[in-house]
């Protein structure tokens, strides 16, 4: 059986004291307005895309601009099981949203993985192309342990292909170019390293027609 907590404090984004009900309309209308600054830019990335283009062409596209235009966020702290942890950025008073947040790389154009993904799969859902998450891990981390990682996985033509963005700006950050890691093969994910402990499920089927 649960236990209510009673006498509990309510804090307001200037974290002052208030009623349960001021605080929840507060914080409604914080969130409401974040989803609102994030439409808004989702759309108008959008709105950038040629018309003519194929949707091939249309996520590359969207790839390069948000590997040019996005930065990654290196100051992290790392868990002993290769996750991350990540810190909350003011962006109203005292409230502010983490780097791992969906609306981080456009509010903030910085971000981590789990927030470019978002992004991503936001994105073509406007534009009508399958897209996906998928889990594994990448480097080695000081203790040992490898880093938790997430990218997309597009479906374009009747394959899956991995596409990610974290990994495009790293290149783009070394002079190198960010569209190795957009919509490649399995294997050569593989190549390029180091991605494991992944499904590779989805790439193990021929094309759909």
């Not at 974290?15 to 409604?28: C, R």
């Not at 990335?45 to 930065?71: C, G, H, R, Y």
Request: charged letters at 25%; proline letters at 2%.
């Amino acid at each position: 059986m649960g236990f209510v907590i009673k006498n509990r404090n309510y804090y307001n984004s200037l974290g002052q004291i208030v009623s349960k009900e001021a605080f929840e309309n507060e914080w409604v209308t914080f969130h409401q307005k974040l989803e609102e600054d994030y439409n808004i830019r989702i759309d108008k990335l959008i709105s950038m895309v040629p018309l003519d283009l194929t949707q091939e062409e249309k996520i590359k596209f969207i790839f390069n601009w948000l590997a040019n235009n996005i930065n990654y966020e290196h100051n992290l702290n790392y868990n002993i099981d290769g996750s991350v942890s990540c810190s909350k950025i003011n962006i109203y008073n005292n409230w502010g949203i983490s780097v791992s947040d969906k609306y981080a790389p456009l509010l903030l154009k910085k971000t981590i993985c789990s927030g470019i993904v978002s992004v991503v799969n936001d994105i073509c859902s406007e534009l009508g192309i399958e897209s996906s998450s998928i889990v594994g891990e990448t480097r080695e981390l000081e203790n040992g342990a490898r880093l938790k990682h997430v990218w997309n996985v597009i479906m374009i033509d009747g394959l899956h292909r991995h596409l990610d963005v974290i990994y495009g700006i790293y290149n783009k950050e070394k002079g190198m170019n960010p569209l190795d890691y957009c919509l490649i093969s399995d294997e050569t994910l593989r190549q390029l390293g180091p991605y494991c402990n992944y499904d590779d499920t989805l790439f193990n089927h021929k094309p759909l027609k």
